[in-house]
C-alpha cells in the first residue's frame, strides 16, 4: 500500500513508518522540514513538507494515498478534517492517534479504582470526559462516526504511555524522557504528589506492530486502547533512581511541577491515573504484543534513557 503518515519524523509516526516500510509498504511522511526532512530520505520515506494548518495539501495527499496514518497530534481538528475530505468515499483506512489522558483524572498522585475499557464511544455509553479533555474526544468521535458518515475504514488507537526508543527520526517518547530530564537536571528523581498514580503502558516496537495490524485488517468505526500492563508512578520512578543511580524517588509538590512541565503534562500525564483495558486489539486484530514490564525496561535499557 502506499501509506501517508503525518508525524513521520515524530516518536509514534517514526518507529510506525520504519514498521510499514519493513513490512513492504511504500510510505510518504508530513514534515515542516529541515534535517527531520533528510532523516526522513535516507530511511527511504518520500517527505512532503508542510504543516497540519495545510488543509489542501492534506486532502490532495489522503486522496492519492490508499491509506493514511495521522500521528502527528491527536489534538489538530482540522488536520483530520482535511485528511477525512480526501479520503471520503473511498473506503480507505484511516488511522488516527489518540493519547489515554482522555480518561485521566486530577489525582495529582493519588491512586485512583477507575478503569475503562473499549466500550468508552459505544451507543448507550454514559462516559464524558473532563472539560479538559473534550476537545480531543470530540476528535476521537469524529474519526469513529467517518466510518459510516464519510465511508472510510476510520479507526482510533488511543496510546498510553508509551516506552521504548523510537525506531525513526525522533528517539525518545513523552512521559518517562520527561521524568528522566528534571531528575538529571536536578539530581532527585521525583514523582508528581505520592506516586501512586498509576497509568497503562506499552512498548513502541509492539505499538508499530499493532499500528501495521489495524492498517491492514481494522474493521471500520473500531476505538483500540493500546497498552499491556500498568504501573505505578512510584514503581516507574523507583526503577529511574536505580537506573541513574540518583536519589529518590522523592514527592512532588504538584504546583511546583505545573511551574516546570505545564499544566497538561504535569496534571495529567504524569500526575493522573489513566487505567485502560483492551480485548478489541486481541479478537479484532490478533496482536500478540512481547514486552510487559515499563520498570524492568528501564532497568536494564543499555542506552540512555533520555
Ligand atoms: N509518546 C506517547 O507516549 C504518546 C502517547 C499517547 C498519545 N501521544 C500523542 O500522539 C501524538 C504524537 O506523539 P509523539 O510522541 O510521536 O510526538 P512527537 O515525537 O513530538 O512527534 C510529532 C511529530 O509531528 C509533527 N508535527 C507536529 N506538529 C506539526 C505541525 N503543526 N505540522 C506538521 N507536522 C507537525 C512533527 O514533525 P516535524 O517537526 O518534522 O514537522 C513531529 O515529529 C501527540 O499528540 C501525543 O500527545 C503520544
Known amino acids: 500500500?502506499?501509506?501517508?503518515?503525518t508525524g513521520a519524523t515524530g516518536y509514534i509516526g517514526g518507529s510506525v513508518a520504519v514498521r510499514l516500510l519493513r513490512a513492504g509498504h511504500t510510505v510518504s511522511g508530513l514534515t515542516r522540514g529541515g534535517p527531520k526532512a533528510e532523516a526522513l530520505t535516507a530511511l527511504g520515506v518520500e517527505p512532503v513538507t508542510g504543516t497540519l494548518d495545510d488543509a489542501d495539501l492534506l486532502t490532495e495527499r489522503a486522496r492519492r494515498a490508499d491509506a493514511v496514518i495521522n500521528a502527528a497530534d491527536s489534538d489538530h481538528r482540522g488536520a483530520v478534517e482535511a485528511l477525512l475530505a480526501g479520503l471520503a468515499g473511498s473506503g480507505k483506512p484511516f488511522?488516527?492517534?489518540?493519547g489515554s489522558s482522555v480518561v485521566g483524572d486530577?489525582?495529582?498522585?493519588?491512586?485512583?479504582?477507575?478503569?475503562f475499557d473499549e466500550s468508552l464511544?459505544?451507543?448507550g455509553s454514559t462516559w464524558r470526559?473532563?472539560?479538559?479533555?473534550?476537545?480531543?474526544?470530540?476528535?476521537?468521535?469524529l474519526v469513529l462516526s467517518a466510518a459510516a458518515d464519510l465511508d472510510v475504514r476510520s479507526s482510533v488507537l488511543c496510546n498510553t504511555l508509551i516506552y521504548g526508543h523510537g525506531r525513526g527520526p525522533s528517539r525518545d517518547s513523552v512521559q518517562i524522557p520527561a521524568l528522566?530530564?528534571?531528575?538529571?537536571?536536578?539530581?532527585?528523581?521525583?514523582?508528581?504528589?505520592?506516586?501512586r498514580n498509576i497509568w497503562s503502558n506499552v512498548h513502541i516496537d509492539d505499538v508499530a506492530d499493532l499500528y501495521l495490524l489495524a492498517l491492514e485488517r481494522s474493521p471500520a468505526g473500531s476505538f483500540y486502547f493500546v497498552e499491556n500492563g500498568e504501573e505505578s508512578f512510584g514503581a516507574i520512578t523507583e526503577a529511574l533512581a536505580r537506573a541513574l543511580n540518583l536519589p529518590g524517588p522523592e514527592?512532588?509538590?504538584?504546583?511546583?511541577?505545573?511551574?516546570?512541565?505545564?499544566?497538561?503534562p504535569a496534571v495529567y500525564a504524569l500526575g493522573s491515573?489513566?487505567?485502560?483495558?483492551?480485548?478489541?486489539?486481541?479478537?479484532?486484530?490478533a496482536w500478540t504484543p512481547t514486552h510487559t514490564s515499563v520498570t524492568d525496561w528501564i532497568t536494564t535499557e543499555p542506552e540512555p534513557l533520555a
Open 1 to 5: 500500500m502506499k501509506v501517508f503518515v
Open 95 to 98: 488511522l488516527h492517534t489518540s
Open 106 to 115: 486530577d489525582a495529582r498522585g493519588e491512586a485512583s479504582d477507575a478503569v
Open 121 to 123: 464511544h459505544d451507543p
Open 129 to 141: 470526559p473532563t472539560a479538559d479533555k473534550a476537545a480531543r474526544v470530540a476528535i476521537d468521535r
Open 180 to 195: 528522566v530530564r528534571q531528575a538529571t537536571a536536578s539530581g532527585v528523581v521525583r514523582h508528581i504528589g505520592p506516586g
Open 251 to 264: 514527592p512532588w509538590d504538584v504546583e511546583q511541577a505545573i511551574a516546570a512541565w505545564g499544566y497538561e
Open 273 to 285: 491515573n489513566s487505567r485502560t483495558r483492551t480485548t478489541r486489539t486481541h479478537t479484532h486484530l
